[in-house]
């Protein structure tokens, strides 16, 4: 059985520069459900909360796109549905309860209802990841976009503007954590709050590490992008660290400069 026609395609692409140094991603892009599974029993206010998606990582990750002019993917559906960014074989790839937020149409799933959500939802966005890398021409960065929220249920307060995770790519997370490091107050998580080195890190171990990609995952604290003028900021920002991570000129990839 396929999407319901009126279902949103389960992920959006742009083609970019094939010669563009950085490709991005972006796994929890939206908060959409497929007609199929209803509302899986939350509130539309909870489905909208850091617990259906990332909230402000998809107006990021579209001005960072946008500003490389980078082949990029984003995801159609939300993680609760099923976790993009995770292995399907994981119990987390679907949740039952969410920060202490209870799923009732995730209970109890049958092998078939599991194996609708991959086919469908989760393999047509990793193939189409595969397409655009396949398309382009030796990336220097595979750029995965999301946001945390500042205080999990019951936890400590996350205090960092932006956090990192990445395992196999010292040499561009490095001089990426130093370079926004270097904006007055900001402070960065070094594999904080999620390590690139745990299950969280499907998408990257899928695709960039076989490739010999250098990787960096971002997490970037939820209320400070949540506004038009807040996700304009920290794009300008990372933006910026990655430009000086991979060397380049201010402004010469975006004005169309080969280097």
Same mark, same amino acid.
């Given at each position: 059985?396929?999407?319901?026609?009126?279902?949103?395609?389960?992920?959006?692409?742009?083609?970019?520069?094939?010669?563009?140094?950085?490709?991005?991603?972006?796994?929890?892009?939206?908060?959409?459900?497929?007609?199929?599974?209803?509302?899986?029993?939350?509130?539309?206010?909870?489905?909208?909360?850091?617990?259906?998606?990332?909230?402000?990582?998809?107006?990021?990750?579209?001005?960072?796109?946008?500003?490389?002019?980078?082949?990029?993917?984003?995801?159609?559906?939300?993680?609760?549905?099923?976790?993009?960014?995770?292995?399907?074989?994981?119990?987390?790839?679907?949740?039952?309860?969410?920060?202490?937020?209870?799923?009732?149409?995730?209970?109890?799933?049958?092998?078939?209802?599991?194996?609708?959500?991959?086919?469908?939802?989760?393999?047509?966005?990793?193939?189409?990841?595969?397409?655009?890398?396949?398309?382009?021409?030796?990336?220097?960065?595979?750029?995965?976009?999301?946001?945390?929220?500042?205080?999990?249920?019951?936890?400590?307060?996350?205090?960092?503007?932006?956090?990192?995770?990445?395992?196999?790519?010292?040499?561009?997370?490095?001089?990426?954590?130093? &370079?926004? !490091? +270097?904006?007055?107050?900001?402070?960065? #998580? /070094?594999? *904080?709050?999620?390590?690139?080195?745990?299950? %969280?890190?499907?998408?990257?171990?899928?695709?960039?590490?076989?490739?010999?990609?250098?990787?960096?995952?971002?997490?970037?604290?939820?209320?400070?992008?949540?506004?038009? &003028?807040? !996700? +304009?900021?920290?794009?300008?920002?990372? #933006? /910026?660290? *990655?430009?000086?991570?991979?060397?380049?000129? %201010?402004?010469?990839?975006?004005?169309?400069?080969?280097?």
């Amino acid at each position: 059985m396929t999407l319901a026609a009126g279902d949103p395609p389960p992920f959006e692409s742009r083609p970019g520069r094939a010669a563009s140094p950085v490709v991005f991603v972006c796994d929890h892009a939206s908060h959409a459900l497929p007609a199929r599974l209803g509302d899986l029993g939350i509130s539309e206010a909870k489905l909208r909360d850091h617990i259906g998606w990332d909230p402000g990582a998809a107006d990021v990750f579209e001005l960072l796109a946008a500003r490389f002019d980078a082949p990029a993917v984003r995801s159609g559906y939300s993680r609760l549905a099923i976790d993009c960014n995770r292995d399907p074989e994981d119990p987390t790839s679907i949740l039952e309860e969410s920060d202490g937020v209870a799923v009732p149409g995730n209970r109890g799933l049958d092998a078939a209802a599991r194996a609708w959500r991959r086919d469908v939802l989760f393999e047509p966005y990793h193939a189409a990841i595969e397409d655009m890398l396949d398309g382009c021409l030796a990336p220097r960065a595979f750029v995965s976009v999301h946001s945390f929220t500042p205080r999990l249920a019951g936890g400590e307060p996350r205090p960092w503007h932006v956090g990192t995770f990445w395992n196999e790519s010292e040499g561009l997370a490095r001089p990426f954590m130093a &370079a926004l !490091a +270097a904006e007055d107050g900001v402070l960065v #998580g /070094d594999n *904080l709050p999620y390590s690139g080195r745990s299950r %969280r890190g499907y998408t990257t171990r899928r695709h960039a590490e076989p490739r010999g990609i250098p990787h960096i995952g971002l997490e970037i604290r939820n209320d400070l992008i949540r506004d038009e &003028a807040g !996700a +304009a900021l920290w794009a300008r920002r990372i #933006g /910026d660290a *990655l430009e000086a991570a991979l060397g380049l000129g %201010r402004h010469a990839e975006r004005d169309g400069g080969q280097h």
